[in-house]
């Protein structure tokens, strides 16, 4: 059965930096997408970043020009590098990937780890 293991996230001051990344192991299919959601107090869950298999990247509206995203195939990794963090930037952040499976796609899910941005 697939797990993630979230690491990094914790406190950072606006316009500090943080790095969250995300492994998947224990019988990995081929992995689609791989990327981040998080979700504020109060607030739906959001799509932050994605990577497709191919390279090609979405990013949410307010965090482009200030997030970027990295998948390693061979490591089924995917790393989250968020600058000029904001207050809003607040929340938990979930890993998720997408597996290309003998059934269909399928989603899994992180557990979530915490990223606060105050001063």
Do not use: H
């Not at 697939?2 to 992995?31: D, F, K, M, N, T």
Request: proline content about 3%.
């Amino acid at each position: 059965q697939v797990q993630l293991l979230e690491s990094g996230g914790g406190l950072a001051q606006p316009g500090g930096s943080l790095r969250l990344s995300c492994v998947a192991s224990g019988g990995v299919y081929s992995i689609y997408t791989m990327g981040w959601y998080r979700q504020a107090p109060g607030k739906a869950r959001e799509l932050v970043a994605r990577v497709y298999i191919g390279g090609g990247k979405d990013f949410a509206d307010s965090v482009k020009g200030r997030f970027t995203i990295f998948r390693d195939n061979a490591r089924n990794t995917v790393t989250l590098r968020m600058n000029n963090l904001k207050p809003e930037d607040t929340g938990t952040y979930y890993c998720i990937i997408q597996e290309d499976r003998p059934g269909g796609m399928g989603d899994v899910w992180g557990q979530g780890t915490q990223v606060t941005v105050s001063a």
